[in-house]
């Protein structure tokens, strides 16, 4: 399987099974227009018939050889490699937690998926019973793991930060009992950061991700306190010196929301950039298409054309010395991650749980909320195995539109929460979202062919 496409300039065809990526001159990469899933060892005759009168008999017989050497040495039309390990998700080991320390929040952003803030539950914040036995519970599930993953989410993470804190101090107490380490995330919005919980953040979090929207205009709009005030101007200068002290090479990054309000979101990028921040994301709002704020299938060609902006103005930072990462941007060619990896992302369900200040565990913090998939508790030990299972076959090769998809491996199927909550199935793809991902990889891989010049 393969995928050609034209942009800025460069002709790229990508091998979907090898993961070989070829910019292509004109003539070979007109000649893939008229081949299917191989390059025969003749030349068929209606790519002959079209192609020859314009370039010549010995120029398309060159091409053609090239083409057949490229698939010779497995990098073109490539065979599926990948199904055989489709099955190895099963029996997998938890390695991952997304801890909702606080059902509460102190915005009221108006796109959120969790409700603003309590997820439809009632606001409340974890007890440091239920986060003790949370840890607990990952490290009972674990098995052999040794490198464990959790992720402070909520609502606000820094309502309840005596519980983050002490959650922290057990997990480091059992670390080395149980052959374990512990990697901490946070994610906040900004508005309670303290010089303390700077210092906390910095020494305990592996990663932190920092809620802004972009420009001023752009996050007051959405991002509000209780009173409808907006946020910025209390956010930004905490945000700045906490990645000034956290370093170069501690990871962090500045998470933004785009929605049909600002589909020019290249200048909200822009904007984070230009206050300092080099680490930075920004996602599309693919709610309900009822609301007024929500990315559209009618809005995708703008939106495309807005990453392919981006893309260029990204390219003519980095050659300025000016670049900064863009997530969605990122990508390794060379290796890339584990066959694993690419058939089923980020484990939801499976490698991957989130747990809830009444210690209910649901797949991922996205179901939290939706009864229906709630796996168990931590406090009574329950814990479902046959909907784990469900979700270890939820991968490339359990979902029909991946199959046939050539982003299947980039993107490992996307998001399960995004295809229940608007396909009604965690093995049906969600299509705007399966279009947003798939631009966003041309263009990481156009940005890439431009940088290697």
């Not at 120029?59 to 090239?66: H, P």
């Not at 303390?196 to 420009?215: A, P, Q, T």
Request: net charge negative; proline share 3%; charged share 30%.
């Amino acid at each position: 399987m393969i995928h050609k496409y034209e942009l800025n300039g460069y002709r790229i065809v990508t091998d979907t099974n090898s993961g070989a990526v070829h910019l292509f001159e004109e003539l070979p990469y007109r000649m893939l227009d008229y081949l299917e899933d191989k390059v025969p060892a003749e030349l068929p005759e209606a790519l002959a018939s079209a192609l020859v009168p314009e370039y010549g008999a010995e120029a398309v017989q060159e091409a053609y050889g090239e083409l057949r050497e490229l698939q010779e040495q497995g990098m073109l039309f490539a065979e599926d490699d990948y199904a055989q390990f489709a099955g190895m998700m099963k029996g997998s080991p938890v390695k991952a937690m997304c801890l909702n320390i606080a059902h509460d929040c102190n915005l009221r952003c108006e796109y959120c998926f969790a409700a603003k803030g309590d997820f439809g539950r009632g606001r409340m914040l974890m007890p440091l019973e239920v986060g003790k036995k949370a840890i607990d519970f990952l490290i009972e599930r674990s098995a052999g793991r040794h490198n464990l993953e959790v992720d402070f989410f909520g609502g606000e993470p820094l309502m309840n930060f005596e519980v983050v804190k002490q959650v922290v101090a057990y997990a480091r107490s059992r670390e080395k009992e149980c052959n374990k380490n512990f990697r901490f995330t946070i994610t906040t919005n900004g508005i309670l950061l303290t010089d303390d919980k700077i210092d906390f953040i910095n020494r305990e979090m592996s990663n932190v991700v920092l809620s802004l929207d972009g420009r001023k205009e752009v996050n007051d709009r959405l991002r509000v306190r209780v009173d409808g005030t907006g946020s910025y101007d209390a956010i930004v200068p905490r945000y700045q010196k906490l990645v000034a002290q956290r370093g170069k090479d501690r990871d962090y990054y500045v998470r933004g929301t785009f929605t049909k309000y600002n589909l020019d979101f290249t200048n909200d990028v822009l904007h984070m950039a230009d206050l300092g921040f080099d680490e930075i994301s920004i996602e599309p709002v693919v709610s309900d298409e009822k609301l007024d704020y929500s990315i559209k299938e009618e809005d995708l060609p703008a939106v495309f054309a807005e990453y392919e902006r981006l893309a260029k103005v990204l390219i003519q930072r980095k050659k300025e010395g000016r670049g900064f990462h863009f997530f969605h941007f990122m990508i390794d060619l060379n290796q890339g991650p584990c066959a694993i990896k690419r058939l089923r992302g980020c484990g939801c369900g499976n490698e991957y749980v989130a747990v809830t200040p009444e210690g209910d565990i649901f797949p991922c913090h996205q179901f939290v909320g939706d009864d229906r998939w709630k796996m168990g508790n931590v406090l009574d030990g329950t814990f479902d195995l046959q909907e784990k299972e469900q979700f270890a076959a939820s991968n490339v090769y359990g979902k029909e539109d991946c199959r046939h998809c050539w982003a299947k491996f980039y993107c490992s199927g996307g998001c399960n929460a995004n295809s229940w909550q608007y396909e009604g199935d965690i093995l049906k793809s969600h299509r705007i979202s399966c279009e947003l991902e798939k631009k966003r990889l041309e263009c990481a891989i156009m940005i890439q062919a431009a940088l290697a010049e």
